[in-house]
């Protein structure tokens, strides 16, 4: 993983800034003959963008994609399909308001990255946090769009599990209804304590923070690779280099150093098709690869940095000042992370899955086979 690039076989690329006229991504590596087009991949920008209530973002953004490099009509399919060669995916920015940042082109935001942009580089976008914005993760989300196209027979489905101290019971987790309510909660019931909790941060001008699960079923054994090329430390990776993540767990996480060796042992029985698992607390991967369970992390969110109350700072020419940031921003970033986290799961089960067929043909090995 580079400055900009991820990913071994399917490459992810991304470009752009919050304010500049577009932003997108370059996905590398798909193999030829998928069908797309810019129509599969809209829907998922379409959960991602910004302004769809009063707990986001109010920047209007229609995040609308097009797609300019490797794609050509199938004569036998009449259809439109990848080609192997490098796809460039292209979001116009439609709704920037750069004067809102104007007070703090020389000043550094707590909590942001601006003092360490300024430290590295020696030069920085002040306009929306540049190219640290969380509105490059639309250009991820497109990208995973691709990725689960060729992930047949794989689902990828998030949750909001925890907004500030209201956590979500574990045992009520149901990924199907994350759809019918704008928090991407996996139980309804959460919804009006978290409507409180929210409208009482948005209401004085401060944030929170958020936990994330996703699970991604149907991922078969032999994906990842031992030592260096684990699947669990690329997801962690990959999910890490999101907007406003401080912590990633992979299955039980931090809670298994509480767990007994019995409790943590995920034993096993023989089943029509293979092994059962009588658990899950390894998350679908024991020694970097996938044990064909659920592959299932969580990812912990600051509290987003921009918030009206003053902070204490310093400016570029390194006097003392106090800072309120302006701007449209939301008072919880877990919120719209949702989609974000999912896309990263997607391109990094999407390479994992070409390595595996490159290396081993993807044929199986099963117990008495």
């Known amino acids: ?142 990208a995973g769009a691709i990725a689960r196209k060729i992930l047949d027979g794989v689902t990828i489905r998030g949750a909001v599990v925890q907004i500030g101290p209201h956590a979500v019971d574990p045992a009520r987790v149901d990924f199907s209804v994350t759809g019918d309510n704008p928090f991407w909660a996996p139980d309804p019931d959460i919804v009006p304590l978290w409507e409180e909790h929210l409208e009482a941060i948005r209401k004085v001008g401060s944030s929170t923070g958020a936990v994330v699960a996703v699970e991604a079923t149907g991922v078969p054994a032999g994906w990842g690779a031992p030592l260096y090329g684990k699947l669990d430390a690329e997801l962690a990776g990959a999910l890490m280099s999101i907007n406003a993540a401080k912590g990633v767990e992979i299955g039980a996480g931090f809670a298994s150093a509480a767990l007994t060796g019995e409790e943590n042992a995920d034993e096993m029985r023989m089943g029509d098709a293979g092994p059962v698992f009588l658990s899950n607390k390894a998350g679908g991967v024991l020694g970097g690869i996938s044990t064909g369970q659920a592959v299932t992390a969580r990812v912990a969110f600051k509290p987003t940095s921009s918030i009206l109350t003053p902070r204490r700072t310093i400016d570029e020419a390194g006097g003392e000042i106090e800072l309120r940031t302006k701007g449209r921003h939301d008072p919880c970033v877990g919120i719209r992370a949702v989609p974000v986290v999912e896309a990263m799961v997607a391109c990094v089960l999407a390479d994992a899955f070409l390595r595996h067929r490159a290396q081993t043909g993807g044929r199986p090995h099963q117990p008495g086979a």
């Open 1 to 142: 993983m580079s400055h900009n690039t991820f990913g071994h076989l399917f490459r992810v690329t991304t470009w752009g800034e919050s304010h500049g006229p577009a932003l997108g991504c370059v996905v590398d590596g798909c193999p030829p003959g998928v069908p797309l087009t810019e129509a599969d991949i809209q829907p998922w920008l379409d959960r991602r963008r910004p302004g769809q209530g009063k707990f986001v973002t109010q920047r209007q953004e229609p995040d609308a994609v097009r797609i300019l490099s490797g794609v050509f009509e199938d004569a036998r399919t009449s259809g439109q399909v990848t080609t192997g060669t490098p796809i460039s995916l292209m979001i116009e920015n439609v709704d920037q308001r750069s004067k809102d940042y104007s007070e703090i082109a020389q000043a550094f935001r707590p909590g942001h990255a601006d003092y360490a942009y300024f430290a590295k580089y020696g030069v920085r976008d002040y306009r929306g946090g540049g190219r640290q914005s969380a509105r490059e993760t639309a250009a991820r989300v497109a």
